[in-house]
């Protein structure tokens, strides 16, 4: 009996309005990590997004603060939401990477699915995982999809801007929640890398969708052609107010550097979308947060999806 109900546990899918959820667990003995959710328009589909979660969140979360996964799924989209981990789990690492190559295969291989109507996000590190995907051209011998466009929401693409600032704000802000974020984030990439006081810039250029100090820019070829959006909300007095956050530190910083480049550098197709009070975490009794999923409004990112299938 025990068994059966790890079975049923395993695969297992129930009908939502006009989708089907589907949770595939990887191991049936753990139902914390290492899963993912699908969720299946009940008729035709017609692309797959795959969508990155930021540190540390569920799947359900995902869903809980966005609707564009219900909305996108009533509009014949195939969404993936995996959690690809526990907290070693880091995103710009090698480890990270490989774990993320290899799912795509496998859900490829599942679903059938076809590089003309894949596309990939995600949320924060998620998006900053997103874009570095997009980069790359080859992946030690492993299959590799492309995406059709990618789409990234707050999310720090500028990891030597990110490192050097939350340095600075662990010494001289007085708000506890940056403090805790500044130090763990710069003690993470400080551990898994190595990273020296002396470190080189092109250590950083590697794992950077875009990197201010490269000169020439030249590791941006290989977004010339591919449709890219990214969201920010740049609410200076909230994050003044609750964050006690130096300018310097806000993602939108590289978003804007980087679709400049983009655009200079020909990419009609890069598309920079700055909000206004439109972040709010519905998980969270509505609150107020401008680094929210829901500064995406879903009707129009959905119609940018349908543009890019054309």
């Known amino acids: 009996m025990l068994r059966i109900i790890a079975i049923l546990f395993l695969y297992f899918s129930h009908t939502c309005y006009a989708q089907i959820i589907e949770y595939t667990f990887n ?3 753990d139902s914390t990590r290492n899963y993912y959710i699908t969720l ?8 797959t997004i795959i969508i990155l979660p930021s540190f540390g969140e569920k799947p359900e979360e995902v869903i809980d603060n966005w609707d564009f996964t219900k909305n996108a799924a009533d509009n014949g989209y195939l969404l993936i939401i995996p959690s690809l981990g526990d907290k070693s789990f880091f995103y710009i690492d090698k480890k990270s990477q490989d774990i993320l190559v290899d799912f795509i295969d496998k859900v490829f291989k599942k679903y059938k699915l076809n590089e003309e109507s894949f596309f990939i996000g995600g949320f924060s590190f998620g998006g900053t995982m997103a874009l ?9 011998s492993k299959p590799l999809y492309k995406p059709k466009s990618v789409f990234a929401i707050d999310s720090p ?11 600075e704000s662990k010494l001289k802000s007085t708000n506890s929640i940056t403090i805790h974020e500044s130090t763990y984030i710069t003690d993470r990439i400080k551990n898994e890398f190595n990273v020296k006081s002396n470190y080189p810039h092109d250590f950083f250029w590697n ?3 875009f990197s201010k100090s490269e000169i020439s820019q030249q590791s941006l070829n290989k977004f010339n052609n591919l449709p890219i959006r990214i969201y920010n909300e740049p609410d200076l007095q909230w994050y003044y107010e609750n964050r006690n956050s130096d300018i310097a530190c806000l993602n939108f910083n590289d978003s804007f550097r980087m679709i400049n480049w983009l655009k200079f550098r020909g990419n009609n197709k890069a598309e920079l979308i700055l909000t206004s ?3 709010f975490r519905k998980s969270r009794n509505n609150q107020r947060h401008p680094h929210s999923w829901s500064i995406a409004e879903s009707e129009k990112l959905i119609k940018w999806l349908d543009s890019n299938l054309d």
């Open 27 to 29: 191991d049936s003995s």
């Open 40 to 47: 299946k328009p009940k008729e035709g589909i017609k692309a």
């Open 132 to 140: 570095q995907y997009s980069k790359l051209t080859s992946y030690d």
């Open 157 to 167: 693409l500028d990891i030597e801007r990110l490192y050097n600032c939350m340095n």
């Open 207 to 209: 794992i950077s969708p």
């Open 277 to 279: 009070g439109k972040g």
